[in-house]
């Protein structure tokens, strides 16, 4: 072998574990790209004021670091605090526990957060009955129609079920069944596993929600025997309870019609690892003591507030002629064309896309619609693809011209919304384009009328020219007689 050839051979095994390291932290980037599960990014914000806190909620920050989110965790008072760089969000999420003290500082006023909302950005808020809400935090619940006692020390207590294992006699770690769908037509992404899983909720902050608001939901109400209370009162009956049974909602969910997110956890303990597989047990007779599914609910709520659940995402909308599918989504339609809509949509499940499939009593809806809808049809599955569902329907354009839209308005609890519209216009028949008379039935009899009119005619004329008077006349002689 030459020298040359040694020479080259020794420069391709030097460079060899280079290449190696370069490849391998390529593939461990692409790795932890796709980790991120949630469709609206991985940079997460803790606001806590007492950094010995964080521990207590350490399997907590654990399950959110598996799933690929980037944890900074930052103090209400640290003055370099700031939602926003160069007008841009910083963060993607935000979980606020209580602050011990009156208010949350400058870098998280209620403008602020509420401004942090319309940027797409979603929050967790946890409030807890040990720590009084700062009146900032009350403004900004207000401003979404959800409101909190009046008495900030306020929390749920319920007599018949609570732990006899932990709250013997003040009866406020509340023992509660997983949450049943909230309609028949809506999903339910907190029902867990199985219907025997049972709830820990520790001296949590009731809520009630406004009547008027379609974007609020509750996720978790407080069962008919719960009220709330202020501790503080040492009566042994409460006159006028803040709120009663299912008034009152433990976790609330309010989905902005920019589909960010904002979820009310009544109770912060219930994310710490003392409630994470805990031991409890009802106050009836025979009861079992057995383990919460507080991580598995924590994790579920986590995942939707952040986007990684409940996230809906359109793909081709297309409209047709029904008989002609060479010209999609043409500009123009005639009345009376029979047109054919369809519209994909893919919902996000466990870090991938799959094909949506609403529930049995649930329907997708298209309107076509000038100003008012003249149409709204169900739109049925007719095809799937591998991360979509295809929705279809036909109809026939009305009778009547102008600027209409194929509009789809799906928004449901939980879901983010679906809103797609296409403008068309529609014209009236171009004057080759309406049938001939002949071909009208109706207008037979007048066809008719005219040429029997025209023969009529023609037969007066014959009969006129073929009937001349005789020639002469008068009496004999030719003469005419006095």
Not at 122 to 137: A, C, E, H, Q, R
Not at 162 to 176: F, I, Q, W
Not at 441 to 464: D, E, P, R
Request: proline letters at 6%; glycine letters at 8%; charged letters at 20%.
């Amino acid at each position: 072998m030459s020298e040359a050839s040694l020479r080259n051979l020794r420069t391709r095994t030097s460079t060899s574990p280079k290449m190696w390291r370069f490849l391998s932290l390529l593939i461990l980037t692409l790795l932890a790209a796709v980790h991120a599960v949630s469709t609206a990014g991985n940079r997460l914000l803790v606001v806590l004021e007492e950094q010995g806190d964080k521990g207590h909620y350490s399997k907590f920050w654990k399950d959110l670091e598996s799933r690929g989110y980037k944890l900074s965790f930052e103090s209400p008072k640290n003055d370099k605090l700031a939602l926003f760089l160069h007008g841009e969000r910083a963060y993607d999420h935000l979980i606020l526990f209580p602050p011990k003290s009156k208010g949350l500082g400058p870098a998280l006023t209620p403008a602020l957060l509420l401004q942090f909302i319309n940027s797409n950005g979603n929050i967790l808020l946890g409030l807890s009955s040990s720590s009084p809400t700062p009146s900032s935090v009350s403004s900004l619940l207000l401003e979404l129609d959800i409101s909190l006692p009046p008495d900030r020390n306020s929390l749920v207590v319920d007599h018949f079920n609570y732990d006899t294992l932990s709250a013997a006699e003040k009866h406020d770690v509340l023992l509660l069944p997983r949450p049943k769908p909230l309609r028949e037509d809506v999903k339910n992404f907190f029902g867990g596993e199985g219907a025997d899983e049972v709830l820990a909720f520790p001296r949590g902050v009731g809520q009630t929600l406004g009547n008027e608001s379609p974007l609020l939901a509750p996720i978790l109400r407080a069962p008919d025997t719960a009220y709330a209370y202020n501790p503080k009162e040492e009566a042994e009956t409460v006159e006028e309870p803040f709120a009663t049974g299912r008034q009152l909602a433990l976790v609330t969910a309010l989905q902005a019609r920019n589909s960010a997110r904002f979820v009310v956890s009544g109770s912060v303990e219930a994310f710490a690892d003392q409630w994470f597989g805990a031991k409890v047990k009802g106050p009836a007779q025979g009861a079992k003591a057995q383990k919460t599914a507080n991580q598995a609910f924590a994790r579920e709520l986590s995942a939707w507030a952040f986007k990684e659940a409940g996230v809906l995402k359109v793909g081709k909308v297309e409209h047709h002629l029904a008989n002609d599918t060479t010209e999609g989504n043409p500009k123009m339609y005639r009345v009376k064309n029979d047109v054919t809509f369809s519209i994909e949509l893919s919902e996000y499940v466990n870090g991938q896309y799959v094909p949506y499939e609403p529930p049995a009593s649930d329907a997708i809806q298209l309107e076509f619609s000038m100003l008012s809808p003249f149409h709204r049809l169900a739109l049925t599955p007719s095809s799937k693809t591998a991360d979509s569902t295809i929705f279809t329907t036909s109809f026939t354009v009305p009778d009547q011209h102008g600027m209409f839209t194929f509009r789809v308005n799906y928004k449901r609890p939980f879901l983010s919304s679906v809103d797609e519209k296409r403008i068309v216009t529609v014209r009236h028949f171009a004057h080759d384009e309406w049938p001939r008379s002949w071909e009208i039935s109706g207008a037979w009899v007048w066809v008719a009328g005219i040429a029997v009119t025209v023969v009529g005619w023609l037969g007066f004329v014959a009969v006129w020219l073929y009937s001349e008077p005789p020639r002469g006349g008068g009496a004999a002689g030719g003469k005419k007689v006095q």
